[in-house]
């Protein structure tokens, strides 16, 4: 087959199944042109011809005014774009429920959620709408809707993708991943789209060969489970058993498991809950009617951008807007982001010692299956479960969910996180995994 007849393929599969999924919230129109290897991006990434609207009426029309580096690479590269996929507003929730134009829903299970932010780019891979898909990951939006989805979710080291052209949130965590099938696409996704770039100066000048063939052998591997992460109340008996025959598969392969205790993982949540909102706060200041998004009329200035942004903004961005315009105060700024710098700096190093023994953490990708649409409406309770991904971006470390297996018909992951630039190794480890 032709490349020009894969992309007709899945351009055919999204018209019969994105009704039902709404994993796109855009799609490019097909012509017999389309010679090369199709993909899909989140709608937070650049790419000429397409709007990036984050999921939010503040952006709904707005076109991006030239591609990411990421869409840059990957048309490079003999790249077609096939769409924009749906997301929670701005990348803030697990769910996608906090998009403006609707959730997407879980192909293992129509009722539920795809997980999120990166919900739309985990379903279409999962549903076979794409072959891949990029998402971001700022505190688990690629990792948690691929163990959601049964696909695989990675997030690189800090600085290994180019972030230009993706739309900010917390730049300190943000990192841009791959969601494929398996470990072997992920490694070539990231042969394409790493590496150092001068329009993003976190980018490092750390040449990382993802150009392998990944062996998935396990032997002599020690892994390390953060006792903390065993024993938090909100994770699900039964996940929690799946987990744990997934540690006995993997001890079978000759690799080590052991339990061990990292105490500053007890507050990565409260920790992540203060930096990203802070970031995101500053970060969402631009879109104030001026500069950008729908302007509102009003008689001065103040009017003006607060009913802008009063009309554009949803309430989970609005919160967050709250909490971190509120931690960064002169007032609170000690008492609050301070106090989750040091703790962030805590942890960096709690993880980097453990690291140091061990190859890899493991834990589970997340503490239950995907929930029914509209089940949780409580926030908190939704912050409360990025327990397990949010350390490798408060690290900066490389981190991947693995599909492994099912709970009451639903998938669940296990997650690997390494020490920086280790990012090949945990591909060649959950080559073993999965
Ligand atoms: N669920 C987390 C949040 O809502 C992570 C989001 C993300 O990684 N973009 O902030």
């Given at each position: 087959i032709s490349l020009g007849d894969t992309y007709k393929f899945y351009r055919e599969r999204i018209d019969k199944y994105n009704n039902e999924l709404n994993a796109f919230l855009q799609v490019r129109t097909f012509s017999e042109e389309r010679q090369g290897f199709p993909y899909a991006i989140k709608d937070n990434i650049l790419a000429v011809g397409t709007r990036t609207t984050c999921a939010s009426r503040i952006l709904e029309n707005y076109d991006s005014p030239y591609d990411a580096t990421v869409t840059q690479k990957l048309n490079s590269k003999g790249g077609q774009l096939l769409g924009k996929t749906n997301m929670d507003e701005f990348a803030m929730g697990s769910s996608t429920e906090n998009s403006a134009f609707g959730p997407s829903r879980n192909p293992w299970d129509l009722n539920r959620i795809p997980g999120g932010s990166s919900g739309g780019s985990a379903a279409a891979v999962a549903a076979g709408l794409a072959p891949f898909a990029l998402g971001s990951d700022t505190g688990g939006s690629v990792r948690q809707p691929a163990s959601m989805c049964g696909i695989v979710g990675f997030k690189p080291t800090y600085g290994l993708v180019s972030r230009y052209g993706l739309v900010a949130f917390a730049?300190?965590?943000?990192?841009?991943?791959?969601?494929?099938?398996?470990?072997?696409?992920?490694?070539?996704?990231?042969?394409?789209?790493?590496?150092?770039?001068?329009?993003?100066?976190?980018?490092?000048?750390?040449?990382?060969?993802?150009?392998?063939?990944?062996?998935?052998?396990?032997?002599?591997?020690?892994?390390?489970?953060?006792?903390?992460?065993?024993?938090?109340?909100?994770?699900?008996?039964?996940?929690?058993?799946?987990?744990?025959?997934?540690?006995?598969?993997?001890?079978?392969?000759?690799?080590?498991?052991?339990?061990?205790?990292?105490?500053?993982?007890?507050?990565?949540?409260?920790?992540?809950?203060?930096?990203?909102?802070?970031?995101?706060?500053?970060?969402?200041?631009?879109?104030?009617?001026?500069?950008?998004?729908?302007?509102?009329?009003?008689?001065?200035?103040?009017?003006?951008?607060?009913?802008?942004?009063?009309?554009?903004?949803?309430?989970?961005?609005?919160?967050?807007?709250?909490?971190g315009t509120f931690t960064l105060s002169a007032t609170y700024y000690d008492a609050y982001y301070r106090k989750a710098l040091k703790t962030r700096r805590v942890m960096a190093g709690e993880l980097s010692k453990v690291l140091d023994e061990y190859d890899f953490i493991l834990n589970p990708s997340s503490p239950v299956v995907a929930p029914r649409i509209g089940e949780i409406n409580d926030p908190l309770a939704y912050y409360l479960m990025d327990i397990y991904t949010i350390p490798a971006n408060v690290a900066g470390l490389p981190s991947i969910s693995v599909p492994a297996g099912f709970v009451n018909g639903m998938p669940v992951g296990v997650l690997i996180t390494g020490k920086r630039f280790s990012d090949v190794s945990i591909l060649d480890a959950a080559k073993g995994i999965e």
């Open positions: 730049s300190s965590l943000d990192q841009i991943g791959p969601m494929t099938r398996c470990s072997q696409d992920a490694a070539d996704v990231m042969s394409m789209i790493s590496g150092h770039d001068s329009r993003d100066s976190n980018t490092i000048r750390h040449a990382l060969s993802f150009d392998t063939s990944l062996g998935g052998n396990l032997k002599g591997l020690k892994f390390a489970v953060p006792s903390e992460m065993l024993s938090y109340p909100g994770l699900d008996e039964e996940v929690k058993e799946k987990f744990l025959s997934i540690t006995r598969d993997i001890e079978r392969s000759g690799a080590d498991v052991e339990v061990i205790s990292v105490p500053s993982v007890e507050y990565a949540v409260a920790t992540y809950y203060l930096i990203a909102p802070a970031e995101a706060s500053s970060n969402l200041s631009r879109y104030d009617g001026i500069r950008f998004g729908p302007r509102q009329q009003s008689e001065d200035y103040e009017g003006l951008t607060s009913k802008s942004r009063d009309r554009g903004f949803g309430k989970e961005v609005k919160r967050r807007i709250l909490l």
